[in-house]
């Protein structure tokens, strides 16, 4: 009761999530016809981008504070946020180990299933760790875990109690991993990790949780591909 009452408070506006929908594909489409020689300088100066449209227009929508309160990023929740994002952070590692220690006994090579190309020499190394570790899970966490997950769980199925937070998670997680597929396979480290996101934010009610489990995660798999 106590959670619903907390997400009815947090309501998006519509109009937030068309026009946020809209900047992302228009800032998308733009930097696929910019002439910029580097890919990690397009991605990155996208993703600035789209995350300071989208904070101005939820900024916008509610006439300030309350808006950003829309997307996840209360002033009030943002130490718990963060202390909560590296307590989870911590305990997703952990399950992963064990995982990747299991995967390993039953004779399979579970750094195959999360290696990271990475570039070759260091400026662009660090450019990567930078743009892949920092700025790109902060954007995502904004689009898909604030926009679009907080729209269809606050808007479409908040009154569906029988159904809860499942069919939020799922649309939201699936285009989640749709927007990071390369090649074939399943990408088992989007698809945990948008669920695992999905449930901290909804847990915690701060975005700044998720956040840093996302950008905490990217930097381990690029540490650990780089090793």
């Not at 760790?129 to 606050?154: A, D």
Request: glycine share 12%; net charge positive.
């Amino acid at each position: 009761m106590e959670t619903a009452c907390r997400m009815e408070a947090l309501q998006m506006k519509p109009i937030a999530f068309v026009l946020s929908l809209m900047a992302v594909a228009m800032v998308e489409i733009g930097i696929g016809h910019a002439r910029i020689s580097n890919p990690l300088v397009a991605v990155g100066l996208a993703r600035c981008l789209e995350a300071a449209l989208i904070l101005v227009i939820f900024y916008i929508s509610k006439r300030g504070a309350d808006g950003l309160d829309a997307l996840g990023l209360s002033r009030r929740r943002m130490m718990r946020g963060l202390r909560q994002g590296l307590i989870w952070s911590v305990v997703f590692g952990l399950l992963a180990g064990i995982g990747g220690f299991i995967l390993f006994l039953a004779g399979m090579d579970p750094f195959a299933l999360v290696h990271v190309r990475l570039p070759q020499t260091m400026s662009r190394l660090i450019l990567f760790f930078v743009v892949g570790g920092v700025i790109s899970p902060i954007t995502e966490e904004f689009f898909f875990r604030g926009v679009i997950y907080g729209y269809l769980r606050k808007n479409v199925f908040g009154g569906l109690r029988h159904w809860g937070i499942w069919p939020a998670l799922i649309i939201s997680t699936t285009l989640f991993v749709m927007a990071h597929q390369v090649g074939s396979g399943i990408p088992l480290p989007q698809l945990a990790g948008g669920v695992v996101f999905c449930l901290a934010y909804e847990r915690e009610k701060s975005l700044l949780t998720s956040i840093i489990i996302h950008s905490l995660g990217n930097l381990a798999l690029f540490t650990v591909s780089y090793l």
